[in-house]
């Protein structure tokens, strides 16, 4: 392990200049707003290793597939997040001779991310050549109250220094995209201008034409005073600067402010991008960096009293959880039923910045419970308006008649992911979707949604699941063929336990809410049948016919759940007899070692388990954990949270402790060297889960909210806040007892280890724990 943060409760602390963890700490220190995301490169020039990236939600770049053997049904390209124009730039120079921290004597070097109000600081000093001592330091945030914006404070102050430093502040939309398929830059020039203290660029991306203008404007100070601007400009192809030179003296401090918009013609017409930003950029500077910094902490502290976490008496699980709220709300606002959340979020190019099921299954539980309803609504209306691109994507595989199957992979709704065994196998995906329709109707009792948009998303994959199920005449019963289930290690699997699982409760769960509109509203259901021409009378007795045949694998002797037909024909010898240097398996084994292996790379029966826990008894959970937990290596930082979580439904507080201790500081310890590439977005939001779900025992039963809770030993108390249908909550659990604090007016009734209670507005309820 190379990377060693400093333990903070709301600080992640980097202390000391070490070039061989530039991209892990670039990730690690990235910033976002939901409408773009920074990772923490240098300002000021740097020659050494690093990857590039700024990202804007919603741009894209569509790069034409690249495989090895061309398969039908595979989508045209792989959708790219693109690293957009470089707006951090502010090159130093020091009586001519510039500052780049690869060849700088570096005196000191510190980084610290303020998690509580959003901003990144950075400080160092260095010797520019022989005694030229100067020290830096510079604030970087992306603006949750103007999210168009992203400011940057540089502070050059001179220890020992008299000469002249010069600034280049620029904007540099010549970037590429570590990540392409044939090496292509992916901007055009659309125009630029260039002023004394202020210029911007706008550039297109190719094939999808999305404009983006990226303005700056700069101001300067010298021992606090407004010093006027007389730059010389750099004005040349897709780059524009600013270049002026300030005299320092020992104790004088030049500080440079760098405003910058960014816009989009996902949200401004194209011909009105330059008018706009011009306009943007006078508002930032008129409202200045104090004002700017200010109203963007004041929309941190909202976010931190609707959803943090306290931890009392273990620092690092403290800071680890408050860094996965931190980055999930940096990545998505949910105001913007366009935009979604990719598996590394903002923070590096792996996934391509595109939608994947962790969305329903993983993030979307996250800010059901701590996040405004329109938030969930509009993770959800997203996937209502890719549904005719999810029944085009069904029928160019062969299948008909309004069957839908959405993408596993996608940015506007078309697949684009291009391995056979995942993009048409890896269906389960579908049922995720059609999950998250129920969640959030659970969580909002927002009971319109379905007549307005769920039913139709629902009857979509119900039609899929109809098409994709097949009689066999050998078993008498519905089977799915040839699937991948959540565990990639095994793939052209027969009768994946969880994704028949899913298939049914599809299906039941649809004609259940049929029934109920019908009851309801007839009017509605009526509209909705003719707007998707659909034939109650045929297709209702199939999917019935299909809810009770399903074969569901099971092993008799054993008394579990298959993962899928012939999973037992395997040799079953759990992970802990793999040597430690072989591990992870997907770094050291082939690939057909790895298929051939009963390792299982993330919670697949369990995850089945997990979602749809109230349908099995306690034995049985127990029962299939301790048969499948120990055949299960995590390499998905999907997995251990699931697993935690399931841990401590089942009591045992030791393993869920040490499965949430492999989940919540993944990058934060870089457990599997990686972190580099990007944060694991998603993956935090398990994270959150296992706290509040594991330890907590959160659950949604029946329209009422229940918690079970336990403590892990080391822990002295922990706290979280939820929302529940408008009413938001905070638990407090120590080895003794559960408080929880109704904060708002109505009054809720909800069970507490299975008793039940009711808590009027602003008050509190007390239970005492058993916990040992
Ligand atoms: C996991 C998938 C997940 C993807 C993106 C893969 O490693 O197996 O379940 O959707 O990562 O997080």
Redesign the pocket.
Known sequence: MKVKYKEDEWLIIEDGFDPEMIRASESIFSLGNGTMGQRANFEEHYSGDSLQGSYIAGVYYPDKTRVGWWKNGYPEYFAKVLNAPNWIGIDISVDGQAVDLTTAKIKSFRRVLNMKQGYLDRSFTISVSGKKQLEINSRRFLSMSEPDLGIIKYSVKSSDFTGKIEFTAYIDADVRNEDTNYGRKFWKEVSREVNKESGFQISRTMKTDFHVATGMVLELTKNDKKVPLTPDIIDREKYIANVFTADIKPKDEVILYKYVSVLSSLNHPKKKLSDHIKLSLREAITKGYATLLNDHILKWDEIWANSDVVIEGDLSAQQAIRFSIFQLNQTYTGNDERLNIG?KGFTGEK?GGST???TEAFALPFFLKTADQKVGRNLLLYRYKHLEKSIANAEKLGFKNGAALYPMVTMNGEECHNEWEITFEEIHRNGAIAYAVFNYIRHTGDENYMADYGLEVLIGISRFWSQRASFSDNLKKYVILGVTG?N?YENNVNNNWYTNLLAVWTLSYTRENIELLEKKNPEKLKAVFRKINFLEDEEIPRWSDLITNMHMPFHEKLNVFLQHDGFLDKHIIPAEHIPAHERPINQHWSWDRILRSCYI??ADVLQGLYIFEEQFDSETIKRNFDFYEPLTVHE???SACIHSIIASRLGNIKKAYELYLHTSRLDLDDYNNEVADGLHI?SMAGTWLAIVEGFGGMRIINDKIHFNPLIPEKWVSYSFKVRFRGILIEVDVTKNDIVVCNLSEKPLSLVISGKDHLIEGSSKYSVGLQTE
């Open positions: 598996p996934y994947y099921w962790d959540p990639e790379k993330q998905s930082s999907l998603t």
